[in-house]
């Protein structure tokens, strides 16, 4: 019986919710393949929702029954950090709006508000000056 769960190679569908699809796969199939390497599954592909209306993706998997176990647990632990992504991802952005908002609020007040032309930098004359 042992011998049949090294041999014998199974293949199996995931379901993955849409918007987890990118976070499972990673950048450039990073956490695919990390998964795929660690598992010790033969294959790992993802399969995009087949129509607009889709609300899955499939993850296919093909390997012996104790790697598509590990496959499994590793893709359960990845998963659990999806909220904490977002809270991250949702604050990076936050973030990046409040300094915006800062930066345009800055150079307001520094070259004098809209409409400001700036004058140049005034040792520029002093330094063309031929004495």
């Known amino acids: 019986s042992q011998a049949k769960k090294v ?10 919710e849409f918007d987890k699809i990118d976070y499972t796969r990673g950048y450039q199939n990073s956490i695919i393949n990390d998964i795929k390497e ?3 599954c033969v294959k790992v592909f993802m399969h995009d ?6 609300t899955e993706g499939i993850l296919e998997v093909i390997g012996n029954e ?3 176990e590990s496959l499994k647990m590793l893709l359960q632990t990845h998963l659990e950090y999806f909220n904490s992504y977002q809270e991250k991802d ?3 952005r936050d973030l990046s709006k409040q300094m915006n908002k800062i ?3 800055y150079g307001d007040a520094y070259y004098g508000g809209e409409g400001h032309k700036s004058q ?5 004359k002093r330094r ?3 004495y």
Not at 7 to 16: D, E, H, S, T
Not at 49 to 54: G, V
Not at 120 to 124: E, K, R
């Open 66 to 68: 104790d790697s598509i």
């Open 90 to 92: 949702q604050t990076s």
């Open 103 to 105: 930066n345009s609020n």
């Open 128 to 130: 063309n000056k031929k």
């Open 120 to 124: 140049g930098n005034p040792n520029a």
């Open 49 to 54: 929702p087949e129509t607009k209306n889709s």
């Open 38 to 40: 660690k598992s010790g």
């Open 7 to 16: 041999i014998y190679l199974q293949r199996v569908n995931i379901p993955i």
